[in-house]
């Protein structure tokens, strides 16, 4: 009797990313889908390192999180649409705001034991084209009017129909459980963790700056693809200044006292696509391809928001990483003074800071933030939710590779539903 051995685990190499630039939506990407995105990001990975002969990538991997019913198989469309071989396989994968870094960590899993030599795994998303739902009451009339098998008992199933049916179903962004926005939940958690205004803005401008700078020394020049008129993120405002920042309304938080959250010091709703190439060390090898880095460890967690501390402190809806991110060092034997960059994702500022404080009551070092998302963040970029993941992981790659040496990045996504998605990337 036979038995198969174990796999040898190997190490996953980050090989390069391609993002389009981040557009507000109901703007220049008004009317581009999930497909034309996410198959711009693909064609422009595919034509930076050749990958368009017979096999040459193992798999597509990536999702969306708002997703018509069109889309419901939309990597392999993707692929279809794309320079890939249309033989390469393809699967969707969502988990919200972690979307992206669920996908990449998906594609590694395999690459690690074996399973394939290479992936692409990213993500889009749209909020100008996003899903319109029928009614629920009239999709019930409709139903009954189909399985109904004589004209006039259809007519009398239609009979039913109201002007007040024919209001579309629109996507909110707001928790099923609490009915509460992202927004409003980030809110009652900045009055929980006592996060002030004036450190949001703060914030909120260093990321402008620091993606600002960033471009202008030419980082981005070979992550980010034109597409649509685009060539620079358009949420970016490169004179942003907590003074500035200062002078605008607060738009979460007005049931309560001294609300904080503003528009400026939160992402808008945005449109775009990112993806990242991953391989096995001898497949780049063979394409003559260097590493930018390699993904060393990953986490997820999850917080009961609802029935624990429904609304906030440590338990908020996007405090999830408070618990991912000590978990995942604790495994992996690091403490933060070991990582040369982390970049926490900036669903908002409010959100960022409450995480740091959490990390430190949790009995993690402070972060330094010299270190803390050093080319900005989503605060300055926008935050296409499935996009984001992968627009990280690329970044964070290059940002370890353009330091030279060895080195050791952090990231940390909040994502609805009160999760998280946690990874460290390491150059040796």
């Given at each position: 009797?036979?038995?198969?051995?174990?796999?040898?685990?190997?190490?996953?190499?980050?090989?390069?990313?391609?993002?389009?630039?981040?557009?507000?939506?109901d703007g220049?990407y008004?009317t581009?889908?999930?497909?034309?995105?996410?198959?711009?990001?693909?064609?422009?990975?595919?034509?930076?390192?050749?990958?368009?002969?017979?096999?040459?990538v193992?798999?597509?991997?990536?999702g969306?999180?708002?997703?018509h019913s069109?889309?419901?198989?939309?990597?392999?469309?993707t692929?279809?649409?794309?320079?890939?071989?249309?033989?390469?396989?393809?699967?969707?994968?969502q988990?919200?705001?972690?979307?992206?870094?669920?996908?990449?960590?998906?594609a590694?899993?395999?690459i690690?034991?074996?399973?394939?030599?290479?992936?692409?795994a990213g993500g889009?998303?749209t909020?100008s084209?996003a899903?319109?739902?029928?009614?629920?009451?009239l999709?019930?009339i409709?139903?009954q009017a189909?399985?109904?098998?004589?004209?006039g008992?259809r007519?009398?199933?239609?009979?039913?129909?109201r002007p007040?049916h024919?209001?579309?179903?629109i996507?909110r962004?707001?928790?099923?459980?609490t009915?509460?926005?992202?927004?409003e939940h980030a809110?009652v958690?900045?009055r929980?963790?006592?996060?002030?205004r004036?450190?949001?803005d703060?914030l909120?401008?260093?990321?402008?700056?620091r993606l600002?700078?960033?471009y202008?020394?030419g980082?981005?020049?070979?992550?980010?693809?034109p597409?649509?008129?685009l060539d620079?993120?358009?949420?970016?405002r490169?004179?942003?200044?907590?003074e500035?920042?200062?002078e605008?309304k607060?738009?979460?938080?007005?049931d309560?006292?001294?609300p904080?959250?503003?528009a400026?010091?939160?992402?808008?709703?945005?449109?775009?696509a990112?993806?990242?190439l991953?391989?096995?060390?001898?497949?780049?090898?063979?394409?003559?391809?260097e590493p930018?880095?390699?993904l060393?460890a990953?986490?997820t967690?999850?917080?009961?928001?609802?029935?624990?501390?429904?609304?906030g402190?440590?338990d908020?809806?996007l405090?999830?990483p408070?618990?991912?991110?000590?978990?995942?060092?604790?495994?992996?034997g690091?403490?933060?003074?070991?990582?040369d960059?982390?970049?926490i994702h900036?669903?908002?500022?409010?959100?960022?800071?409450a995480t740091?404080?959490?990390?430190?009551?949790?009995?993690?070092?402070?972060?330094?933030r010299a270190?803390?998302?050093?080319?900005g963040?989503?605060l300055a970029?926008?935050?296409?939710?499935?996009?984001t993941?992968?627009?990280?992981?690329a970044t964070?790659?290059?940002?370890?590779?353009?330091?030279?040496g060895?080195?050791?990045?952090?990231i940390?996504?909040?994502?609805a539903?009160?999760q998280a998605?946690?990874a460290?990337?390491?150059?040796?």
């Open positions: 009797m036979s038995s198969l051995l174990a796999p040898a685990v190997r190490r996953v190499a980050i090989i390069g990313g391609t993002r389009i630039p981040f557009a507000r939506s220049p008004a581009a889908s999930n497909q034309d995105m996410l198959t711009a990001v693909v064609d422009g990975l595919v034509e930076r390192y050749a990958l368009g002969d017979p096999g040459a193992g798999e597509l991997v990536a969306a999180v708002l997703k069109r889309d419901f198989n939309l990597a392999r469309e692929v279809l649409g794309s320079k890939l071989d249309a033989r390469t396989p393809a699967y969707d994968i988990q919200a705001c972690g979307t992206g870094l669920q996908a990449v960590i998906a590694a899993n395999k690690a034991l074996g399973q394939t030599e290479s992936a692409i889009a998303d909020a084209d899903p319109l739902g029928v009614n629920d009451e999709r019930r409709l139903l189909r399985r109904v098998k004589s004209l008992g007519l009398r199933a239609l009979s039913g129909v007040s024919l209001v579309p179903e996507p962004n707001a928790e099923p459980r009915k509460l926005s992202m927004g809110a958690t900045a929980a963790w006592d996060v002030s004036e450190a949001q703060e909120a401008a260093t990321s402008h700056q600002a700078a960033a202008e020394r980082f981005f020049e070979d992550l980010v693809v597409f649509r008129g620079r993120d358009q949420n970016l490169p004179g942003s200044t907590p500035k920042l200062a605008l607060p738009v979460f938080g007005l309560g006292p001294d904080t959250m503003t400026g010091n939160s992402t808008p709703l945005t449109d775009g990112a993806v990242v991953l391989a096995s060390e001898e497949w780049a090898e063979r394409r003559g391809l930018l880095a390699y060393t990953y986490e967690a999850a917080v009961d928001f609802v029935r624990g501390d429904a609304v402190g440590e908020g809806l405090m999830a408070a618990y991912a991110v000590p978990r995942m060092l604790e495994r992996a690091l403490a933060l003074p070991n990582f960059l982390v970049e900036e669903a908002f500022a409010s959100q960022v800071l740091l404080a959490a990390w430190e009551k949790r009995g993690l070092a402070p972060v330094d270190r803390l998302n050093v080319t963040s989503s970029t926008g935050h296409p939710f499935a996009a993941g992968a627009r990280i992981v964070l790659a290059k940002s370890l590779a353009d330091k030279g060895a080195g050791r990045g952090l940390s996504v909040c994502a539903g009160g998605v946690t460290v990337l390491e150059r040796r």
